[in-house]
């Protein structure tokens, strides 16, 4: 494929051979005998930076075994909520935003043991598309 057509770290597939769902998708995958066409997404990552302000960071979250991110579950009080009081809207932090690094740490458990004893961040998000 050509360089620009590549899969990269952290591309959603939104769609294959026409199927958008995870299930449609992954049979599509599993039945088809020759090629198969997928439609890409790629994230456009930001950074949010933030203080832990004696607080806990104030989400769940969840993540593969192998995974290369984390997905933000849901927000509950702590340092996190507070930014979202206080960020212009389009740089909020929502549920199922996902957490591509934390710091320069980028493997979930490296970035989860920063988010509990860190005193301040720098977290590149990625928002996933709406299909």
Do not use: Y
Request: aromatic share 6%; charged share 25%.
């Amino acid at each position: 494929a050509a360089p620009d057509n590549r899969l990269e770290k952290h591309d959603f597939i939104v769609a294959i051979n026409g199927k958008t769902s995870q299930d449609s998708m992954l049979a599509e995958v599993k039945e088809c005998k020759g090629t198969v066409t997928m439609k890409i997404c790629r994230p456009m990552p930001w950074v949010v930076k933030m203080p832990r302000s004696g607080k806990p960071f104030g989400a769940g979250f969840g993540f593969q075994k192998d995974s290369c991110s984390m997905d933000i579950k849901n927000i509950v009080d702590g340092a996190l909520k507070d930014h979202n009081a206080r960020a212009a809207p389009d740089q909020q932090v929502q549920v199922w935003d996902i957490i591509l690094k934390v710091n320069a740490l980028e493997t979930p458990q490296l970035m989860m043991e920063a988010l509990k004893t860190l005193t301040e961040f720098e977290l590149t998000f990625a928002r996933p598309p709406k299909v």
